[in-house]
């Protein structure tokens, strides 16, 4: 159906092909130019035998291509049909659409309320509100730009559903990917792509997760050695933490509580915005928390900021590097000193040794493998596998007593998030206590001894990753106790 | 197809490139704006920028006056600098400054006739904190009730214009002036007066301070851990809070230092060369620091530069008026303009042009 | 004081005509922010707009044309704003304080020969019936014809924003300027269009001032009401409605005082005159304690396309 002169591909009706690369790989390009937001260099595009060049969203739309982002679609302050409004050609009035999207919602077993402002649905909703915008528009190809980072297992089944439905009714789907085994389920046909080159085709459900993954990568790198380490006392414990939403579309912590012992990795899973950015500001301290709910070695830490907490050993790295670990303008030596000025003794009287921040800043450089042309360049200019060593590591070199990571490999490539892990899990053996929090339950599997999921703010049990088997995770992380999870009647 | 890449740094060549181009253009555009009002453009540009320094006949006169005008335009612009890079924006440093030299004027004449060497320091303490306490209020609404401090700093300019207005025909009116509005001169009160320090040059105490807050000021940017959390701030406030900066207290701190220079200044002026207290006493340096700052690139010796270019459009604007007919506003449009072709400029110091199509990630 | 020469029916008619300069400049502004950009510089387009407004009516004799030719004035000042700041990617901030100074500076070096000088004003108008009603004819219906058009814009930028498929997508591009582009909406040309609408506003308030409130030219004349303007749509969390309460509220502190004044009440003269500005502090003190909020949220950031 679709060409492309450097990568080149077809889909066939109500083929799902999957577009599998690392980050990076030129699948967000690629995307763009069949969505009419980047026009192609050279090559063409066909749809149905006819050429197909579009040169803005709206040509692509009217030709029948509808697209589910990543990021960067949804719109908080406005309700999910004005949302939904957005996305089409021609709207109809708005409550002929409210009426349309319950009905399209209902077929499709994807609940949705049209009145509902977007900034207060969880993630899984946002996306069945571009789901259904799409699907309003009868598309007879809708592209689906990693639909699943966002969702449980349970609503990754639900969505999977409507994927086939819509195959069955002979909709093609380009569904991107670095997820191996959600593609080896879904997919049938699946290009891969390295560095903006298509390296290979394979049929997924006939291909190892192993093979896939080094053809993505071109290359086999070492995997994270499990360790053996026994866990030694409570370093970080957290009792009943309650802390209300800091804005309008936040969430609140209701009453978490866990430990964290000496040697050892605690992972936090979850669905994105059910607490995970609002824990990191309580536990690195951002956010005082009430006075008894965080302790360190049996010390009430609770209302100590930033620097005092760095100060007992207790650092922390934010999931969004550029403009929360990092200020993007500034250099690196300037980064180092944004959490390791006091540690590192580079202050005397307030004032700051510069040589001191530059020695620091090639230290991290060179222990964790920053590639950077110096210790000068800004933030902003490494890539982000770079950035996130830079910043994984200037915790590290600090030699923390508690660590707590949210998202430590988020849009990094293979290589860099295996070093990162394997740091973690070094620093750990050293008797630091780990804090992972991540969306990734392959990372966490991999580096966790126990583990919890985050839910609407709520933490649950946090039993060893050994005893746990995938739906149990997956209930976990719907918040199995006290919610209900989303059917689907197909 | 042109188009504007982000560069992966800010260009440094550029940092510099960029006011030396503005003011270039500005010269450009405003010959043209001369030669519309009638004037030759290149005696204009050349009386506005050469004359009041290198003219043998009244360089002499005009030169002292370089140093008298930059001052209050670099001591109001470097606070208003720090709190900029912070992404504090004080704009009505123009009401603290009016506010300083009402404060320092007035404890200055509750004190008159005493000849003490006290008077003249406890006035500029006064002044500054005549400044200061104005900057609070926007600060405090601020960090408690989270409101615009664009907007309240404004409002407080014409609450402060009113105050003028008010004690120079009342309260501070000088009371052997027959009724005319407007205080006692101090220029006539040796204790009290801000005379030049040799004779000749320009240079009174407003002139030192100036200095002094330039060098202060670079030294808290560049070397010390309260000026990186300013910047830090400005450039990432998530960051900033991260790394354990309270934001309410940089707000306090920036809000509170940009007050006090203005206040300072604002006595310095009334002191010196404004000598009293007068309804039309300001003259909008409060105002005009703004394009100083920005047109120094918020560096504090660009700034030192950035206010004696401006001082010179303000006397050779004058000279302008005086030689050529050039109406005197066209100075303040000289001066926008200025700030305009600067920020249009920018650009280049971020961005790079790049001719042709998107190449694919 | 003699609070009996206050003539009821004449204060809420002079309300009326001292709200609408900062009623236009308000709506304009609104739908500026609206669309994500903050624009400081209404204080300059206003006076820009009052001193051309002014030159115009004078040289041509019709009102009608100085009000035109004020809007094409603020405009064409918006104009550098929207280039600078959508183009050249500069600070808003910052250019809108430039707009600011440039806009004084232009519009007393244009204004010069036109001080005191008198300028045609625009007639009242006699609707019929409604004008010859006791008490509320004269106190609302017999005003100038711009009275009316900006409550009538009012309406229209609130049935706009509400109800039109454009004045969604120009919330959306406020909202976030990532996604609307994303769905392939010009971020940077809707921008334009509300930058210029809100210049076009301003220039009409201004001319109002010159034309009709006062009806002069004298140098600095908008004394803040543009400020006022923008802390107005700030009160009024972004709603077209309140944006008519919150000028005729502070319409009526200006016409209150100055009444009060001219009574002889007893207050101090500074007190009185420095009343809206202090008004207005205190308004947005309320505003941003009751933490009503409601701003654009991709209000002040600049937008670069290719990240």
């Known amino acids: 159906m679709i060409a492309n002169d450097d990568v080149s591909f077809d889909i066939g009706r109500g083929e799902i092909h999957a577009l599998l690369g690392e980050n990076g790989a030129g699948k ?378 949210n998202q430590p490999t988020w849009g990094v490539d293979a290589a860099a998030a295996a070093f990162i892990r394997q740091s973690v899990l070094d620093l750990a053996a050293k008797g630091a206590a780990v804090v992972v929090i991540s969306q990734d339950l392959d990372e966490l599997m991999e580096v966790s001894d126990r583990f919890g999921a985050l839910n609407e703010g709520r933490l649950s049990q946090t039993p060893p990753v050994a005893s746990l088997n995938i739906e149990q995770i997956g209930l976990m992380m719907g918040g199995a106790h006290d919610m209900e999870v989303a059917h689907v009647d197909v | 197809m042109i188009r504007l890449e982000k560069r992966p740094q800010p260009s440094r060549l550029w940092t510099i490139l960029a006011p030396i181009l503005a003011v270039l253009l500005t010269m450009f555009v405003g010959g043209l704006l001369f030669a519309a009002l009638g004037a030759n453009p290149f005696e204009a540009i050349r009386t506005i920028f050469w004359d009041p320094i290198f003219n043998a006949q009244f360089a002499s006169f005009t030169r002292p006056q370089l140093l008298v005008k930059a001052a209050p335009l670099i001591l109001i612009a470097i606070g208003l600098s720090i709190g900029f890079r912070a992404g504090i924006w004080n704009i009505g440093a123009e009401g603290q400054y009016i506010m300083g030299a009402i404060c320092g004027a007035a404890a200055g004449l509750a004190l008159y006739p005493s000849e003490s060497v006290l008077i003249f320091p406890a006035m500029v303490i006064a002044g500054a904190f005549g400044g200061w306490v104005w900057a609070m209020i926007p600060a405090i609404l601020k960090t408690r009730v989270g409101t615009n401090e664009i907007l309240v700093s404004l409002m407080l300019v014409y609450v402060a214009e009113t105050i003028l207005g008010s004690v120079a025909t009342g309260l501070l009116r000088n009371p052997e002036g027959r009724g005319f509005p407007g205080s006692r001169n101090f220029k006539q009160w040796d204790a009290a007066h801000n005379a030049e320090i040799f004779a000749g040059t320009g240079m009174h105490w407003g002139v030192v301070f100036a200095f002094i807050a330039v060098i202060g000021a670079y030294v808290l940017l560049t070397r010390h851990i309260l000026g990186y959390n300013i910047r830090l701030t400005g450039e990432a406030p998530r960051a900033a809070r991260f790394s354990g900066v309270r934001p309410a207290r940089i707000v306090l701190i920036c809000l509170g230092l940009s007050g006090l220079l203005a206040g300072m200044a604002g006595l310095f002026e009334v002191t010196g060369p404004a000598g009293q207290i007068s309804i039309d006493f300001n003259s909008g340096y409060g105002f005009t620091a703004i394009i100083v700052a920005f047109l120094g690139r918020l560096n504090p010796i660009g700034i030192l530069l950035a206010g004696l270019l401006m001082a010179l459009t303000y006397i050779g604007g004058e000279l302008a008026q005086l030689m050529l007919g050039v109406p005197g506003a066209s100075i303040q449009l000289f001066q926008g303009m200025l700030l305009f072709f600067l920020l249009g400029v920018d650009v280049f110091t971020n961005y790079r042009l790049r001719i042709g199509r998107r190449e694919i990630a | 004081m003699d609070l009996s020469s206050i003539n009821p029916i004449l204060l809420v008619a002079s309300i009326m005509v001292s709200a609408t300069p900062i009623l236009l400049a308000a709506i304009g502004e609104m739908v500026v922010e609206k669309s994500g950009v903050l624009n400081l510089g209404v204080e300059g387009m206003m006076i820009t707009g009052a001193v051309v407004g002014f030159a115009v009516a004078v040289n041509s004799t019709s009102p009608a044309a100085g009000f035109l030719a004020a809007a094409v004035a603020g405009a064409l000042l918006s104009l550098a704003f929207g280039v600078l700041t959508q183009f050249l990617l500069s600070n808003q901030v910052a250019t809108g304080l430039g707009l600011t100074l440039v806009g004084l500076g232009m519009s007393s070096l244009i204004g010069k020969p036109y001080e005191g000088m008198k300028s045609p004003t625009l007639p009242k108008l006699d609707i019929p019936l409604l004008s010859d009603l006791p008490v509320v004819g004269r106190m609302l219906f017999s005003h100038d014809l711009m009275v009316y058009l900006s409550l009538v814009l009012v309406a229209l930028v609130w049935a706009f924003l509400k109800y039109t498929r454009a004045g969604l997508i120009l919330r959306a591009v406020g909202e976030s300027h990532d996604s609307a582009h994303a769905l392939g909406y010009k971020v940077v040309r809707i921008r334009l269009i509300a930058i210029l609408f809100g210049g076009a506003c301003a220039g009409l308030g201004g001319a109002y001032l010159s034309l009709v409130r006062v009806p002069q030219w004298t140098e600095g004349m908008t004394a803040g009401a543009g400020w006022i303007a923008l802390a107005i749509v700030v009160f009024a969390s972004w709603r077209a409605g309140r944006v008519a309460i919150g000028a005729y509220l502070f319409g009526g502190v200006t016409v209150l005082q100055l009444n009060l004044q001219a009574a002889g009440a007893d207050v101090p003269v500074a007190l009185l005159s420095a009343s809206p500005y202090l008004v207005t502090i205190i308004v947005l003190v309320i505003i941003s304690a009751l933490g009503a909020h409601g701003a654009p949220a991709s209000l002040g950031r600049p937008f670069h396309a290719s990240s």
């Open chain 1, 28 to 405: 967000s390009t690629l995307v763009k130019m069949i969505y009419g937001l980047v026009a192609p260099d050279k090559g063409e595009m066909q749809l149905d035998g006819a050429r197909y060049a579009p040169t803005k969203p709206s040509e692509a739309r009217r030709a029948g291509i509808a697209m589910v982002f990543q990021h960067f679609s949804l719109f908080d302050a406005l309700n999910v049909a004005e949302n939904v409004a957005l996305g089409m050609e021609t709207p109809p009035p708005m409550s002929d659409l409210a009426r349309q999207i319950r009905e399209v919602s209902e077929t499709y077993g994807l609940p949705l309320d049209p009145g509902r402002t977007v900034g207060t649905l969880s993630a899984g909703e946002r996306q069945r509100v571009e789901i259904i915008r799409c699907l309003l528009q009868n598309p007879r190809l809708l592209i689906m730009d990693e639909p699943t980072s966002v969702l449980t297992p349970q609503e990754v089944e639900i969505l999977f559903e409507t994927l086939r439905k819509l195959k069955a009714e002979g909709t093609s789907i380009l569904y991107i990917s670095h997820k191996l085994e959600e593609i080896r389920t879904l997919c049938d046909n699946a290009t891969i792509l390295r560095l903006g080159k298509k390296v290979d085709t394979c049929i997924p459900s006939q291909s190892s997760a192993r093979q896939m993954a080094e053809m993505m990568v071109g290359s086999s790198f070492a995997t994270p050695e499990a360790r053996g380490g026994t866990a030694g006392e409570v370093l970080l414990a957290v009792r009943d933490l309650h802390l209300p939403a800091p804005g309008a579309f936040g969430t609140p912590l209701r009453g978490i509580s866990f430990e964290v012992r000496a040697g050892e990795v605690l992972g936090i899973g979850g669905v994105a915005g059910n607490g995970q950015d609002e824990l990191l500001s309580a536990l690195s301290g951002e956010r005082a928390a009430p006075a008894g709910s965080i302790m360190l070695d049996g010390k009430d830490i609770s209302r100590a900021g930033p620097v005092a907490r760095r100060g007992m050993g207790v650092l922390s790295g934010p999931e969004e590097r550029l403009g929360h670990a990092a200020a993007p303008d500034m250099s690196l030596i300037e980064n180092g000193v944004l959490t390791a000025a006091r540690s590192e003794g580079m202050l005397t009287r307030g004032f700051i040794s510069w040589t001191k921040a530059r020695t620091f800043a090639e230290e991290v450089i060179a222990h964790f493998d920053v590639r950077t042309p110096s210790p000068g360049t800004a933030a902003r200019a490494l890539s982000g596998g770079n950035l996130q060593k830079f910043v994984v590591g200037r915790e590290i070199l600090q030699s923390p007593q508690v660590l707590v990571l």
